[in-house]
C-alpha cells in the first residue's frame, strides 16, 4: 500500500501533472490578489505625491487628506517641452519623470506644479537623481521669484538606513528652505550639500550643511536640483510676473 | 440491517481516525495545546533557536534592524509566510511528488511572499516602503525552506502550523532585540520617539542625555554591529542554558 502511493507520486506523468495543476493554480491567486487590490495600492501611490507637492509649500497632511487640500492649493498643473513651451497635450499630474528622462532630450516633458496660497504663488519642480544605491527623487518649491527655496522634500528608493536615507527628513529639509539658487547676475547655482557645517542662517551661499556618512546620497541631491531645474530656466524666462534676471 | 449499520459506523471510525492522523501524526486525538504541541511553540523561543542556535536567517537580521518598527513588521509577515507555507505543504504532503518537491515548497513560499507584499502595499503602504525590498526577500530565508523540508513534510497540519509560528516567533524575537539595541544606541530612538532626548545642533540647545554631550553611535546602523549583537545574544543565551554548550 504505501509503496504503491510512493510509485504513483514518482511517475513521470504525476509529476507533470502535479506542476501543471500546481502553477495554474497559483497563477490564478496572485493574479486575483494582483488585479484586486491594485486600486487600493494606486490610490496610495497617488495620494502620497500629492502629500509630497504639500509638504513642500509648508502644508503638511496624513495620506488621507491630501487629495482636498490638493484640489484646494494647487491651482495649475502644466507640463513643459524642453524648449519651455507648455504641452497641451500631456496631463502633468500623470507624467512619471522616471520614464520621461529615458527618452530623447527633444521629446521629454516635465511637470511643473503652480501653488496658490493665500495670494502667495508657488512654483514646484519634480525632481530626479542618483543616490548612492539607486534612484532618489523629490519635489523643490520656489517662491514666486523662482530664486528663493521655499520647501523641499526628498525620497529615494534604496539609501542606507540611518545614512543616506535621512534626506526624507524633516531637520534635513528644512536645511533648504529660504536658501537661494541664483547668483547675483542671473546664473543658476542651485543648491549643494556640502561638509563642514556652512553657516545655516547665511541664505545665499548656495550650501546647506550634509549629512555625516551620506556624502554621495548628498551630492546626488545637489545634483538632482541644479540639473533639474535648469530644464525650467526656459519657461521662467517667457514669464512676464517673474522679476529676477536670468541668465 | 443491524450488520450494515455496524459496517458503515466502523468505516466512519476508520475515516475519522485517518483524519486524525492526517492532522496531527499522532494515532489518538490530542488535546490542542497539549505538552509536545506547546514545546513545538517554546523550543524554537530558547532551546532550539533558528538564529541564536541553528544561525539562520542571519541576512535579514542584519538587514531590517536599523529600526524597531521594519522589524516588527517583518517578523509578522515571516511569522504569516512560515504557518501558511508549512500548513500547505503538510495538507500536501502526500501528494508532492519528491522529485519536485523543493520546487513546488519555493512556490508555495513564493506566492505567500508575493500576496504578504500585496496586501502591506495596499493596506500598510509606509511600512512597505520601509521595508521594501526586503519583503521579497523572505523567500530566501532559509529558515522556512528548512522547516519545510525538516518538519512539514513528515507531519501532521496543526503541528506543522505550530511548528511554523514557534520558529517564526524565536526569529522574531531575535529581530526585535537587536532592532532594540540598534535603533537606542544608533539613533537615539525606539519606534521613533526620541527616548534619549532631542539632539541639536550644539550642546546647549539639546535635552536628555544629549545635553551631557553622549554622541550616537553611528556604527550601530551598519551591517555588521547586527551580527556583533547577535554574537553578544549567544554568548548571554549559553551564559543561561548550559546545555547548549558544545561538549568538545
Not at chain 1, 139 to 163: C, R, W
Not at chain 2, 139 to 166: P, Q
Amino acid at each position: 500500500m504505501e509503496e504503491k502511493a510512493v510509485n504513483k507520486t514518482n511517475s513521470n506523468g504525476y509529476t507533470f501533472m502535479f506542476a501543471i495543476i500546481m502553477v495554474v493554480v497559483v497563477g490564478s491567486v496572485l493574479a486575483f490578489a494582483a488585479t484586486s487590490l491594485q486600486p487600493l495600492q494606486n490610490e496610495n501611490v497617488r495620494q502620497e505625491k500629492m502629500q509630497n507637492i504639500l509638504a513642500t509649500v509648508g502644508i503638511e497632511v496624513d495620506r488621507a487628506g491630501s487629495e482636498e487640500l490638493y484640489n484646494q492649493y494647487i491651482t495649475e498643473t502644466i507640463a513643459l517641452n524642453s524648449d519651455g513651451s507648455v504641452n497641451e497635450q500631456a496631463d502633468a499630474f500623470t507624467v512619471d519623470l522616471a520614464k520621461e528622462l529615458k527618452r530623447p532630450a527633444p521629446n521629454q516633458v516635465f511637470p511643473l506644479y503652480i501653488a496658490d496660497i493665500e495670494g502667495e504663488k508657488y512654483y514646484i519642480v519634480p525632481l530626479r537623481g542618483k543616490g548612492l544605491w539607486d534612484a532618489i527623487w523629490g519635489y523643490i518649491a520656489l517662491k514666486d521669484d523662482v530664486n528663493t527655496i521655499k520647501g523641499a522634500v526628498f525620497d529615494h528608493k534604496a539609501e542606507t538606513p540611518g545614512l543616506g536615507a535621512e534626506i526624507t527628513q524633516v531637520w534635513f529639509r528644512e536645511r533648504f528652505t529660504d536658501e537661494k539658487i541664483f547668483d547675483e547676475s542671473g546664473n543658476l547655482i542651485g543648491v549643494s550639500v556640502v561638509k563642514g557645517s556652512p553657516d545655516p542662517t547665511d541664505k545665499s551661499d548656495f550650501k546647506v550643511d550634509a549629512i555625516s556618512g551620506a556624502t554621495i546620497t548628498g551630492d546626488g541631491v545637489s545634483d538632482m536640483i541644479s540639473e533639474r531645474l535648469q530644464h525650467y530656466l526656459p519657461y521662467f524666462k517667457t514669464q512676464q510676473e517673474i522679476k529676477v534676471a536670468i541668465q | 440491517m443491524a450488520k450494515e449499520i455496524t459496517s458503515t459506523s466502523v468505516e466512519k471510525e476508520a475515516k475519522k481516525k485517518e483524519m486524525i492522523l492526517f492532522l496531527s501524526n499522532t494515532a489518538e486525538r490530542e488535546h490542542f495545546l497539549s505538552k509536545n504541541n506547546r514545546k513545538l511553540l517554546s523550543d524554537p523561543l530558547d532551546d532550539n533557536n533558528p538564529i541564536t542556535v541553528q544561525v539562520l536567517g542571519i541576512c535579514s537580521a542584519l538587514a531590517i534592524t536599523v529600526q524597531l518598527e521594519p522589524a516588527v513588521v517583518m517578523a509578522l509577515a515571516v511569522t504569516a509566510v512560515m504557518a501558511f507555507s508549512n500548513m500547505i505543504v503538510s495538507i500536501l504532503r502526500n501528494l508532492i511528488p519528491n522529485r519536485i518537491r523543493i520546487i513546488v515548497q519555493l512556490i508555495i513560499v513564493a506566492s505567500l511572499v508575493i500576496l504578504v507584499d500585496q496586501v502591506l502595499k495596499a493596506y500598510a503602504y509606509d511600512v512597505s516602503k520601509q521595508l521594501s525590498v526586503f519583503v521579497g526577500l523572505i523567500i530566501t530565508n532559509c529558515i522556512i525552506m528548512g522547516r519545510l523540508e525538516a518538519f512539514a513534510l513528515g507531519n501532521g497540519v496543526y503541528k506543522s502550523f505550530l511548528d511554523g509560528i514557534g520558529n517564526a516567533a524565536g526569529y522574531g524575537i531575535i529581530l526585535i532585540i537587536v532592532a532594540f539595541f540598534r535603533e537606542l544606541l544608533g539613533s537615539g530612538k525606539l519606534f521613533g520617539f526620541e527616548v534619549l532626548g532631542h539632539k541639536a545642533a550644539t550642546m546647549a540647545e539639546s535635552t536628555g542625555l544629549y545635553s551631557f554631550g553622549y554622541e550616537n553611535n553611528g556604527l550601530m546602523l551598519l551591517s555588521p554591529m547586527a551580527l556583533i549583537i547577535v554574537g553578544i545574544l549567544i554568548w548571554v543565551q549559553r551564559a543561561r542554558n548550559r546545555k547548549l554548550i558544545e561538549q568538545n
